[in-house]
């Protein structure tokens, strides 16, 4: 392996690939949908809050422990604070949140590489617009033994190249070819979608503020929303972290990449519902959305919908690409870091590891549907776990450690470079590390666990 190199070569590489890792399934799948389900504007008025106020203080934390300490998530805990060992218990927690959520995500990630071989094949635009016949495919689909394995492996192996190519050739290049490319597609559909007769409707799906729709429960979930949507609280910023050039500001690369993460989020909304409505369907929620009701939109679009759906699928498939290389690299990462093994050894480990799992939570639609834990099937009982408690715990512990434990002088000094930058928005900052974002973390954790 040539390419040993353990940071981004430039501030627009790290951004573009801290940018690949935040922009996922996350965006495009779970937000259009949870924020029409509670209450539109409403819920993107603290959505935001949320993503700016604890969000992106979240990230800037991981971001400092990991380029202060150049280390993955449990050393970086230890080494910069010796006295205070303990603490590396929450990069461990991070470490088994990246192994479940990548196990998961290849899952629905499998399921949109499948999609994106129908589309361009040709299978999907053949269904016409008989909404029966488009679920009962989707049920086929993902039930059956054989398929959802076929396409996880097939993602997983793509994965695993991008992270056997290493930190600059492989993640920082694939990030600032396939960023961009995103960005385009995604314009495209938006302007597809916001040109179409009745599109209107779906524009005031998404943004008139319904607050009667915004209860606990949808607080909560923008919250949760937020930190997954960032990438925060499984310690793969931390590694992202301690790859970022020395020179670069950690607030306005925090900045960009909150920003950007954001703005795709709601143009994936843009591109979504005003289509939806306009074709007359209702919007759903889950997978029923993206499997069920967009092939059907874009079958009634005719010859051109063929396109459009191959655009979205692709879209789909490079926004779970980027976000999935981050998980393997997380994991690789820490794991060459405490074993010294290579990043040909520990990579492939990984990744036989996490396509097994993701195999079996795929089956867990088909073939192991019976095998239940705690009432749950394996997916929903993994989903759970990886919504509900390990990323909250994990980014409690680290916004703590962060806030409390960490020298003042190693955070100033970090998001000062030294003091050659001017850190005005520190105080604001500091509150919210040490006070909101512990407390908000805490809130979320307990009406998790017992709702
Ligand atoms: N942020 C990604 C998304 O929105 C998911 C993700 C979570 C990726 C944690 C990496 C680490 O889909």
Known sequence: MSDQQKSFSSSFGAIMAAVGSAVGLGNIWRFPYI????GGGAFLVVYLCFVFLLGAVLMMSEFVIGRRSQHTQMKAFTSLAPNHKGWCIFGLLGVIA?????????????????????AVSGSLASLGTDATAISAYFTTFSTSPLQPVIF?????????????????????????????ILVVLILVLCVRSLTLPGAGKGVEYLFSPDFSKLSGEGVLAALGQALFSLSVGMGVMVVYGSYIPV???????????????????????LSIFPAVFSCGFDPAGGPGLVFCVLPNVFNTMGTAGSIFAAIFFVLLAVAALTSAISLLEGLTAWFCEHTHASR?????????????LGIVFALSFSTLSEVKIT??????????????????????????????????????????????????YYPVFRFLARYVAPLALLVVLISGIFA
């Open 152 to 180: 996880l492996t097939i993602f997983s192996v793509l994965v695993l190249v991008v992270i056997l190519g290493g930190v600059q050739k492989g993640i920082e290049n694939v990030s600032k070819v396939l960023m961009p």
């Open 375 to 424: 009432g749950y099937n394996l997916f929903d009982f993994v989903d759970r776990l990886n919504s509900i408690y390990l990323p909250p715990i994990c980014a409690l512990g680290t916004v703590i450690f962060f806030g409390w434990v960490l020298p003042e002088k190693d955070v100033k000094d970090e998001l000062s470079n030294h003091g050659t930058l001017k850190i005005g």
């Open 247 to 269: 020179s670069d500001n950690i607030f306005k690369t925090s900045m960009w990449i909150t920003a950007c993460d954001t703005l795709i989020a709601v143009l994936a909304g």
């Open 344 to 356: 040909r050894l520990a990579a492939p480990f990984f990744f036989l590891l996490t396509t097994a």
């Open 35 to 38: 924020c029409g389900k509670y």
């Open 98 to 118: 990246s192994f479940f959520i990548l196990s998961q995500y290849l899952v629905l990630s499998g399921w949109t590489t499948g999609y994106l071989c129908k």
